[in-house]
């Protein structure tokens, strides 16, 4: 014990005679437990912690694979084939996160939304904590339904966990949206670093991003898909296969979509299509 206090002493006088190495020393060990710290809670959210869905181990990415073996993002028209054509997944949504101008009580606001397919909250097994969440019979239409859920933390944090919430009009990029829902405490959509606080059918997409025009656009690839995959699917591992044909719907695709070898990909950071395929399926 006396040996070390000794130690203890020396050390400590060398320090004060030496700041300017003493602070080169602090500063070094405050980066690397801070850089340290850092990673390990990237880490620990995108390895330990599961989507706040229910069952969340059944809940894929999807990518399709393009020239190089690389997972793209879908266009709009894909997803409808996808979602309408398919035998491997049993439900799939897609959705974009962009920010926005959010617009009460005379105070704005940029938040990170999401414009989400009809099937986003039923795919996931996501119940409304107030209200109710958006359904296919929103995103119909475009312009039909300006209708926008909050997340449980905007409701508690920019309207005061109002109980009567649901019903109000808020201003969204200047246009008035009816907030429909609250989402359950906890649910941060389908990315795991990016936290969305309002979501908005993705047939509302002129109002959130003024001037875009991609949902009739099939090589316009800018959405991310996520699905779940029917169970007889998952005992056709690894390369199931759907009785899908290719479609030329007069709506709103102009040529049907080529075939392409697609999988399925567990979350990871961002979209998740950087994770590793579970396997793979041709669906065209």
Known sequence: MDS???????????????????????????????????????VNTVVFRSLPVENPEEVFSVGVYGKNDGALTFSYPNFVDFRDRNEVLSNIAVHRFAPISLSRDGNNERVWSYLVSGEYFEMLGVKAHRGRLIRPQDNLNKLAHPVAVISYACWQNRFGADPSVVGK????????????????????????????????????LSW??????????????????????SRGSRKRRPKPRS??????????????MKARRSGLFHPDLSSGFYGTASFSFQLF
């Open 4 to 42: 070390l206090l000794k130690d203890l002493k020396f050390a400590l006088r060398r320090l004060i005679k030496s700041p300017g190495f003493t602070f080169i020393a602090v500063l070094s060990l405050a980066l690397g437990i801070g850089a340290n710290t850092a990673i390990f809670s990237l």
């Open 169 to 204: 009009e808020i201003l969204i990029n200047g246009r008035k949206f009816v907030i429909i829902g609250v989402t359950p405490e906890g649910f941060r959509g389908t990315e795991i670093i990016y936290t969305p606080e309002i979501w908005v059918p993705m047939m509302m």
């Open 243 to 256: 009785t899908c044909s290719p479609v030329n719907s007069a709506r709103n695709i102009r040529r049907p």
């Open 208 to 229: 959130i991003e003024p001037g875009a025009d991609w949902l009739d656009r099939r090589g316009t690839m800018n959405i991310f898909a996520t699905g779940r995959p």
